[in-house]
């Protein structure tokens, strides 16, 4: 039976769930000369180009909501890049489609082995541990506006996880700096 993709769990809070294409330059940053999470061999130029071109088969078959043959696809590209952080990021996604969250939360994880200020990776595994570790979410979320500044959606989640565990002061600030940088986005305290 095939897979298609479903609704994610119901949060308080702003989540990404964009495909992460492979661009020109992220395809060179991680891949090319990588070495594989064990150290033990780089990754080679024909492989980096395998592993692009399966995640952008695999990009294809996810935007088409073909879950099945796009986490075929990701798997090949990790067989030739095992530090592909655009396989692991797009597998999270289907994991949590599919409501498995430990294994999304092990491939952000992975993904920010490769890349630890990948901004996609850290916001959504941020959403994964509000509820089960709200101090490791804060810390995501200020890693994900630390690297991306105008990131209003982390700015507003970051703010009211911040209210929500007693800094109301921090959360205050952050959720106004998120209002001023998208003027869609609302404080659900003002409602």
Same mark, same amino acid.
């Not at 209003?152 to 703010?159: F, H, V």
């Given at each position: 039976?095939?897979?298609?993709?479903? !609704?994610?769990?119901?949060?308080?809070?702003?989540?990404?769930?964009?495909?992460?294409?492979?661009?020109?330059? %992220?395809?060179?940053?991680?891949?090319?000369? /990588?070495?594989?999470?064990? %150290?033990?061999?780089?990754?080679?130029?024909? /492989?980096?180009?395998?592993?692009?071109?399966?995640?952008?088969? $695999?990009?294809?078959?996810?935007?088409? $909501?073909?879950?099945? &043959?796009?986490?075929?696809?990701?798997?090949?590209?990790?067989?030739?890049?095992? *530090?592909? &952080?655009?396989?692991?990021?797009?597998?999270?996604?289907?994991?949590?489609?599919?409501?498995?969250? %430990?294994?999304?939360?092990?491939?952000?994880?992975?993904?920010?082995?490769?890349?630890?200020?990948?901004?996609?990776?850290?916001?959504?595994?941020?959403?994964? #541990?509000?509820? /089960?570790?709200? &101090?490791?979410?804060?810390?995501?979320?200020?890693?994900?506006?630390? $690297?991306?500044?105008?990131?209003?959606?982390?700015?507003?989640?970051?703010?009211?996880?911040? #209210?929500?565990? !007693?800094?109301?002061?921090? !959360?205050?600030?952050?959720?106004?700096?998120?209002?001023?940088?998208?003027? *869609?986005?609302?404080?659900?305290?003002?409602?």
């Amino acid at each position: 039976m095939k897979r298609t993709h479903r !609704g994610l769990r119901d949060h308080h809070y702003l989540r990404t769930v964009a495909l992460t294409a492979v661009l020109l330059l %992220g395809a060179t940053s991680c891949s090319g000369e /990588d070495s594989s999470p064990d %150290g033990s061999s780089q990754v080679t130029k024909a /492989d980096a180009k395998q592993a692009a071109s399966a995640v952008q088969a $695999g990009l294809k078959a996810h935007s088409d $909501g073909d879950l099945d &043959k796009a986490e075929t696809a990701y798997d090949k590209a990790l067989k030739y890049d095992p *530090t592909n &952080k655009f396989a692991f990021y797009n597998l999270a996604l289907i994991d949590e489609a599919d409501e498995n969250y %430990g294994l999304a939360e092990t491939n952000y994880r992975s993904a920010l082995e490769t890349d630890p200020k990948y901004g996609p990776a850290l916001f959504n595994l941020a959403i994964l #541990r509000t509820k /089960d570790d709200p &101090k490791e979410a804060i810390s995501l979320y200020k890693s994900a506006v630390a $690297g991306d500044a105008k990131d209003a959606a982390a700015w507003l989640n970051l703010g009211l996880l911040q #209210r929500a565990n !007693g800094d109301k002061a921090s !959360g205050n600030k952050s959720v106004l700096r998120a209002v001023a940088l998208d003027s *869609t986005l609302q404080d659900p305290a003002k409602r």
